[in-house]
């Protein structure tokens, strides 16, 4: 059983932050304690640096005690410090990733994947366009009422015409901003030079964060690790880990047990793109490492992750006989919460998207405070959440269960050679229902 537990926490590109995050979680408690006959105890946020920042969780049942430090991996400033970047820069890299999404072939494997995150990823394209799209009519019309209605020189009419161009495009950011299209244009463009291995304002908190993973790890006095990364942050905590174990290839074998839990990951989307050799080269070496344990969460209702998805063979990664991971958990949100609530729930896609790191209102196999402060391994949880679930009374009293076939969900892999100097090749599914 796990009595100490060390959670290294990468959220998604949300400017939200810190203090966000942490209300999040103490909201996540609040529900979690009126439906669980369990104590819960959170601590106090602690800021320990531009790059970390920390609280404790503990969970006690009648015959069980789960103490969690909760470090949280601060990219705060950088997000911040992206989408407020001025106009001049921020849109000609979004004009540039939506052709560039077209042109590499990039958006049609979204889709052969996913067709549902290959529409949100065209609508949110749509809205960057659009935004563009009325400033520079904007701006033509400007032009054209000075040199046509007032018979003005065309130079002027250029001048007057660029200049209201660009205060409706400026003026039209707040629009932006709340249609999340700010976001995504400040996004994609530096995940793009993440996962090719570029220079990327985001090497600095993923170094960071790699040094305290590794630094945690050696400490010893954890009995489990977990980096949890969610949404965008799946692709980061998995940049993460396999940095980790480049520093230390004794990762997860003497020490704490390492698991990386990805939840409604989009790494996928990240990895599709043909010059992403970094992510697949990482994806690569977590699929075969025998130390490190690796849970994919996915949810068939949540629209922003890749539902029924093998996370390396999908993405054009193969390791033959070798592959180990991932465990694959799929995630039914509608057991989570009562009819009532996820009749609410199922038309707000982001609300639904961060439901993987919020507590339910209803007891299921899937609670994430449950999950990170329970006594029970990631990787059980992940490999046979169902007969988990059950071993926990009413009460909260825990029964292990014994003598159980522990049978993973890992998918088996054909042998062949990894193509990450390639454009993957999506193969064909057997079944795909795209709703």
């Known amino acids: 059983m796990i009595r100490r537990r060390h959670v290294i926490f990468v959220s998604a590109h949300d400017p939200q932050g810190t203090e966000g995050y942490y209300g999040l979680f103490q909201a996540g408690c609040r529900r979690f304690r009126t439906i669980w006959r369990i104590e819960a105890q959170i601590g106090p946020l602690i800021i320990e640096s531009e790059d970390l920042a920390h609280w404790d969780l503990e969970l006690m049942g009648p015959n069980w005690r789960v103490s969690t430090r909760y470090d949280f991996l601060r990219q705060d400033s950088v997000i911040r410090a992206i989408m407020a970047q001025p106009l001049w820069r921020l849109i000609p890299r979004a004009l540039l990733w939506t052709i560039d999404e077209l042109v590499s072939g990039t958006l049609f494997r979204i889709f052969r994947a996913s067709v549902r995150f290959g ?89 960071a964060g790699v040094r305290h993973l590794v630094d945690v790890a050696r400490a010893g006095e954890a009995d489990e690790i977990v980096v949890v990364g969610h949404s965008a942050g799946g692709m980061t905590a998995s940049l993460m880990v396999a940095r980790a174990l480049e520093l230390d290839a004794d990762l997860g074998c003497h020490g704490p047990h390492v698991v990386l839990l990805t939840l409604g990951a989009i790494t996928p989307a990240a990895a599709l793109h043909p010059t992403a050799k970094k992510l697949r080269h990482a994806i690569n070496r977590l699929a075969v490492d025998p130390y490190v344990t690796w849970v994919d969460c996915q949810s068939r209702r949540d629209i922003l992750n890749f539902w029924d998805l093998d996370p390396v063979e999908d993405i054009g990664v193969r390791v033959g006989g070798r592959r180990r991971n991932p465990v694959i958990w799929q995630v039914r949100f509608r057991g989570m919460v009562s009819p009532q609530f996820y009749r609410r729930l199922r038309w707000r896609f982001f609300r639904l998207h961060f439901h993987f790191i919020m507590a339910g209102d209803l007891r299921a196999p899937y609670d994430y405070v449950m999950l990170i402060g329970s006594p029970v391994p990631i990787e059980e949880w992940g490999e046979r959440s169902s007969e988990v679930f059950a071993s926990f009374a009413p009460d909260g009293t825990y029964q292990v269960v014994a003598n159980q076939d522990l049978v993973a969900l890992r998918p088996n892999a054909k042998d062949s050679e990894i193509t990450n100097d390639l454009p993957p090749k999506i193969p064909k599914r057997k079944r795909r229902r795209w709703w």
């Open 119 to 207: 529409l949100v990823t065209v609508y949110f394209q749509f809205w960057i366009l659009a935004w563009i799209g009325v400033a520079i009519a904007a701006g033509a019309v400007a032009a054209l009422a000075i040199i046509e209605v007032l018979g003005w020189d065309a130079i002027i009419g250029v001048l007057v015409g660029v200049v209201n161009g660009v205060a409706v495009l400026s003026g039209l950011r707040p629009l932006a901003r709340r249609a999340f299209a700010v976001l995504v244009a400040g996004h994609w463009p530096y995940t793009r030079e993440l996962v090719a291995g570029e220079k990327s304002p985001f090497d600095r908190p993923i170094e």
